[in-house]
């Protein structure tokens, strides 16, 4: 059975960062792209950053030089470092395999001003 486990989100004022993980088991990711999607309190879920299997990563405007994706395949981890948070970065994030669509449960980020 495959699983994703995020974990890292937490409360952090303006301009600060966070580090978000998500643990894969049950199946090797090295070859697939994995994304990161985030969704607010009342708003649809909107696609943040993903990583395809080869290192290539793409990123919604809204996060571009501020959010970095990456992966440890030996880990079998995706990550998403979060720098220079704002109050609308507030959100849960989730982490997904959008090829078989499993999603994890998600983790809360809350920024405040």
């Known amino acids: 059975q495959v699983q994703l486990v995020e974990s890292g989100g937490g409360l952090v004022q303006a301009g600060g960062s966070l580090r978000l993980s998500c643990a894969v088991s049950?199946?090797?990711?090295?070859?697939?792209?994995m994304a990161w999607f985030r969704q607010a309190a009342g708003k649809e879920r909107e696609f943040v950053a993903r990583?395809?299997?080869?290192?290539?990563?793409n990123y919604a405007d809204s996060v571009k030089g501020r959010f970095t994706i990456s992966r440890d395949n030996a880990k079998n981890t995706v990550y998403l470092q979060m720098n220079s948070l704002k109050p609308e970065d507030a959100a849960v994030y989730y982490c997904?395999?959008?090829?078989?669509?499993?999603w994890g449960q998600g983790t809360q980020v809350t920024v405040s001003s």
């Open positions: 997904a395999w959008l090829t078989y669509n499993y």
């Open positions: 049950g199946r090797t990711f090295s070859s697939s792209t």
């Open positions: 990583i395809s299997g080869s290192g290539t990563t």
